[in-house]
């Protein structure tokens, strides 16, 4: 089952909403001290909806992003994703994310002749490359310090 994901981009939020959220983010946060159970919300005559303990904690996330001002977009873990989605999310051009999927960077698969990567393959791929980054920067670092260059 193929899902559609991104269908339209995340809007900026405005300068209300960014006071809204950071308001509701905020009270949120104290009436639910701890979010390991589940939240029950009382609908006027008609008894209580259960809102799963992982919800409220995803809600608490957006809430506190929205107050940020940044962009919230929610995308399913097996969602499959374009070219263009993809390298939008991994903030390269598409000519490069084809490049990275021809020399087997990352798997993804075909539907008649479009590429389709699943969004977790894309965020396996981000971290590793942010791993590396990282462990680059830390022998910088190390050969930096034995060399007394100031850092």
Known sequence: MTTTALKTPPEIPSKEIIEAAGETSR?????????????YI??????HIKIPSFAMRLLLDILEQ?????A????????????????DILNVSRPYF????DEGKLEH??????????????MRYKDEVTRDRME???ELTQQGQELDMGY
Request: hydrophobic share 40%.
């Open 42 to 47: 009382r609908k006027e005559g008609e008894g």
């Open 27 to 39: 009270e949120l946060a104290t009436i639910l001290p701890s979010l390991d159970t589940d939240v």
């Open 136 to 138: 680059a920067l830390d």
């Open 72 to 87: 919230v977009s929610i995308v399913p873990v097996h969602a499959e994703l374009t070219t263009q989605q993809a390298a």
């Open 109 to 122: 698969t075909k539907v008649g002749r479009h590429r389709r990567i699943r969004y977790d393959e894309i």
């Open 98 to 101: 084809v490049k990275l999927l």
């Open 66 to 70: 929205m107050a940020k001002g940044n």
